[in-house]
């Protein structure tokens, strides 16, 4: 684990149980995942996590991407933005912008 941190190290027994004790899982810092015997569920939700975790940093990158792509083009002068499409009425769904600003 002290050369590939990237590597999932799990470890599987009668001793660990549905729920490893503190102190347990303090012994084994370099632990991953904790398994009771013939369980393999903990392993996979691990490994699962991370490909989830990897999707949605990169959803999130595109999103992020896409928004200051939208932010930095250019409104031709003397055009207004209006946010009455956002109401299924047509009407604004805001009635007045209030800036707070709150200490320095």
Do not use: W
């Amino acid at each position: 684990k002290k050369g590939k941190a990237d590597r999932t190290v799990a470890l599987m027994g009668c001793l660990f149980g549905v729920e490893p004790s503190p102190p347990l899982l303090a012994s084994f810092p370099f632990l991953d995942v904790f398994m009771p015997p013939s369980e393999a569920t903990p392993l996979v939700n691990h490994l699962r996590q991370a490909e989830i975790d990897a999707e949605m940093a990169a959803i999130e990158r595109a999103q992020l991407e896409r928004r200051f792509q939208l932010q930095d083009e250019a409104q031709p002068i003397g055009t207004v933005q209006s946010i009455k499409h956002l109401a299924l009425s047509g009407e604004a769904p805001v009635a007045a912008h209030v800036p707070i600003v709150y200490g320095c």
